[in-house]
């Protein structure tokens, strides 16, 4: 897990018990881990700390969600981070998308088992540290 050791990732939701649940089951898996209570919080977050992924929940107070990822997408610019949406309106199997919808590539829905969206979001910073090597 030498892979995780290194990167950086950003939580951003408002329910304080999963994300508490998230931010422990990344943290056991080696990543370091920043948390933002809101998307007005996570906004600020990703421009102080340029985490290589962010995940954020899709319905929050103040900012939601797909605002959320879209500024963070706009602020990363040639960065391009991993952003990830957590939401409980769909059900059934995480779904990545080819250009970003709702500001996020990769859609998870928030039943995924924690350790499960760890490794999601393992495989994704596997895959690009691939192709940004090659």
């Known amino acids: 897990m030498a892979v995780a050791g290194r990167a950086k990732i950003l939580l951003i939701d408002d329910d304080k018990f999963f994300l508490k649940v998230l931010s422990d ?3 056991e898996a080696g990543f370091t ?3 933002a209570g809101d998307g007005i919080e996570g906004v600020k977050a990703y421009a102080e700390e ?3 992924a962010v995940i954020s ?3 929050m107070p103040r900012m939601g969600g797909v605002s959320t990822c879209l500024e963070i997408a706009r602020l990363a610019g040639e960065r391009d981070p991993i952003i990830v949406l957590l939401t409980s309106m769909f059900q059934g199997a995480p779904h990545e998308h ?3 919808e709702m500001g996020a590539k990769v859609h ?3 039943s995924t088992p924690p350790l499960n969206i760890v490794i999601i979001v393992e495989q994704l910073l596997e895959r690009k ?3 940004s090597a090659a």
């Open 33 to 35: 881990v920043v948390t």
């Open 108 to 110: 998870i829905p928030k």
């Open 129 to 131: 540290r691939r192709s």
């Open 98 to 100: 080819q250009v970003p």
């Open 57 to 59: 929940d899709l319905i």
């Open 50 to 52: 340029l985490p290589d």
């Open 25 to 27: 089951t990344f943290g």
